[in-house]
């Protein structure tokens, strides 16, 4: 027997788009409820995504550097330990889980977590079924955040291919390392997963099926990057993957590249031709509004229907779990609020490919500017001649930022090479608080860290 439950707010998902924004609405005395199939918080990032796979790019890392300087008498052991690897990925993966929740159960009544899928019913009414639950919840407002998942293409064979969730989800599908990988699709994730695997000696070949390597990324922050990383990794641009076939020893990818049927052979493949939003079931019954087949929302995290927000990688506004995390604070305040006192700037939002090594942007990049007939001024410092990148002897890169003319104010921003991962959110909060160049070049960034290419970059124009 079905029953109906009333309460304030009702969260479609527990990943980064709904949780804060729970934990903030049940914080103020309002009864949450958030759903999810996983039965835990914190969605695909710490399932699948950016936690355990910044795992396993920390060891690849490591394995890189204790290599390069083998002669300090580092041990060079033969192979990595890749269980091992998996192991620490998974125990980080653990104790997240275990963190979450605790920081649940603090909250007592206030906020419940049910095991289940939900769907629309009407626009205040949502169905929940899950293992111990089948209920209707009716309430005053609903923040989707049911978030996004890996798009497997209708290639023939495409179903046997590994998929990102079988190299990072909790006890994996793949738990030890092929010879060789062939990776389709040269977009982040294909991409750093590549560089990853590289770096534990696997031969690994990446395709992409358009003329640049990161498709979408700003080119020249591309070819930058590209300069960087492992030159044994081979790259096919402009190759178009048809179908796959199984072999006795692995996998024949055929692919079409200029003008020609081509193959090539490897022991796995994987898919990585990127993710697409999960829309509830139910969603067009109701009439939400949808923009590339993404739930369409405004800055306050607003859908067409009065009462429904929509946060995280669901909207496609910017699909990364800490832009996910500050929509759904967005939205928790407008709904405390009543109306729209908060918004969302996806201008700021840091940007980092997690290759070895990384690249990051913010804010505007040339590309952006020019699509939209803006002029920007840039000033740049070079990685080469940084003291950090010196002493790790990882050299290469740079920060570039680029400015409003006149006013010199930061609107975007990035960091090629060493520790771009972690100069971005400090360039991130300059663009955010609309810092200048004189404000930049003031700052004594700390030495010998690469961070000081920041303050470098902007002297280099006031
Ligand atoms: P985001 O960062 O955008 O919030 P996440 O991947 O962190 O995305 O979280 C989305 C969560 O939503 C996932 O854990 C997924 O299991 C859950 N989810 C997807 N569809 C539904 C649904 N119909 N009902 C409840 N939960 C859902």
Known sequence: ????????????????????????????????????????????????????????????????????????????????????????????????????????????????????????????????????????????????????????PPIPGAEHCLTSRDIFALNPALRSLPASLLVVGGGYIGLETACFFRAFGVRVHVMEMTNQLLPGFDPRMAAELARLLDPEITVTLNAKVETIEKTPTGFKVWYAHEGRKEAAESDQVLMAVGRSPVIPEGSDRIGLALERRAIKADEAQRTNIPGIYACGDVNNQAPLFHAALRQSLVAGANILAGRAVDY??????????????????????????????????????????????????????????????????????????????????????????????????EFPGQHPMASEAIAKAARALV
């Open 344 to 441: 969302f700037d996806r201008g700021s939002v840091p940007f980092t490919i997690f290759t070895l090594p990384a690249a990051a942007y913010v804010g505007t990049t040339p590309s952006a500017a020019a699509r939209l007939g803006m002029t920007l001024i840039e000033g740049a410092a070079s990685l080469s001649e940084d003291s950090r990148a010196q002493i790790l002897d990882e050299l290469g890169g740079e920060v570039r930022l680029f400015f409003s003319p006149g006013s010199l104010r930061l609107i975007g921003g990035w960091a090629i090479g060493l520790d771009a991962e972690n100069l971005i959110s400090e360039i991130g909060l300059a663009v955010a608080r609309g810092l200048t160049a004189r404000d930049l070049a």
């Open 1 to 152: 027997m079905s029953t109906t439950m009333d309460m304030d707010v009702l969260c479609i998902g527990a990943g980064g788009g709904a949780y804060p924004a729970a934990f903030q609405l049940a914080r103020a005395g309002r009864k949450v409820v958030m759903v999810d199939p996983k039965g835990v918080m914190s969605g695909n990032c710490l399932a699948e995504g950016c936690v355990p796979s910044k795992a396993v790019r920390e060891a690849a890392l490591l394995w890189n550097r204790a290599h390069h300087f083998s002669r300090f008498g580092i041990q060079r052991a033969p192979a990595v330990d890749y269980a091992a690897v998996i192991a620490h990925k998974d125990a980080v993966q653990q104790r997240r889980y275990a963190q979450h929740a605790d920081e649940l159960k603090a909250f007592g009544d206030r906020l419940e977590l049910v095991t289940g899928v939900a769907r629309f019913l009407d626009d205040r009414r949502v169905k929940v079924e899950g293992p111990n639950v089948d209920c209707e919840y009716r309430a005053k407002q609903v923040i989707i955040a049911s978030g996004a998942e890996v798009t497997v």
